[in-house]
């Protein structure tokens, strides 16, 4: 890939960032990041810090009890357990524009960082062995 089109997907992933729940997750890294001239150099350092951050965010742990608690409990009209809601205070909701989430959209985070990695390993294997500046990764 050349300079432009890393440019490019780096700009698609921001959009699909910020049109997620994760927009204030882009203008953290979009500010961290700015400086850097590099487009597959930004695109490397963006992803890494949104697959930090998503992590961050996504706690596994909630997910797992939720799993199991699917696997022990009934509902009234015998439908599938549907995962445990947690409501937001009005704060909360004005600040990450959601009211509400259940522990079950949770495991969407991990197929989220999978596909992340897999973008950023195949940039990273994507690289000129021929040319020094690009072997040599993001300069302080």
Same mark, same amino acid.
């Given at each position: 890939?050349?300079?432009?089109?890393?440019?490019?997907?780096?700009?698609?992933?921001?959009?699909?960032?910020?049109?997620?729940?994760?927009?204030?997750?882009?203008?953290?890294?979009?500010?961290?990041?700015?400086?850097?001239? %590099?487009?597959?150099?930004?695109?490397?350092?963006?992803?890494?810090?949104?697959?930090?951050?998503?992590?961050?965010?996504?706690?596994?742990?909630?997910?797992?009890?939720?799993?199991?608690?699917?696997?022990?409990?009934?509902?009234?009209?015998?439908?599938?357990?549907?995962?445990?809601?947690?409501?937001?205070?009005?704060?909360? %909701?004005?600040?990450?524009?959601?009211?509400?989430?259940?522990?079950?959209?949770?495991?969407?985070?991990?197929?989220?960082?999978?596909?992340?990695?897999?973008?950023?390993?195949?940039?990273?294997?994507?690289?000129?062995?021929?040319?020094?500046?690009?072997?040599?990764?993001?300069?302080?």
């Amino acid at each position: 890939m050349n300079e432009t089109e890393y440019k490019e997907v780096l700009e698609f992933l921001r959009d699909q960032v910020r049109k997620s729940n994760y927009r204030d997750v882009d203008e953290v890294i979009s500010m961290e990041t700015r400086q850097i001239d %590099a487009s597959r150099v930004r695109l490397e350092m963006y992803l890494k810090m949104l697959i930090g951050m998503v992590r961050e965010r996504s706690n596994s742990q909630a997910f797992n009890i939720n799993k199991r608690l699917g696997m022990c409990l009934e509902t009234k009209s015998n439908d599938k357990f549907g995962g445990i809601k947690v409501q937001l205070s009005q704060t909360e %909701a004005e600040n990450f524009g959601i009211s509400s989430f259940t522990l079950s959209e949770l495991d969407e985070v991990s197929e989220f960082i999978v596909q992340l990695e897999d973008i950023l390993s195949h940039i990273h294997n994507d690289l000129d062995p021929s040319d020094p500046e690009e072997n040599m990764g993001p300069r302080p």
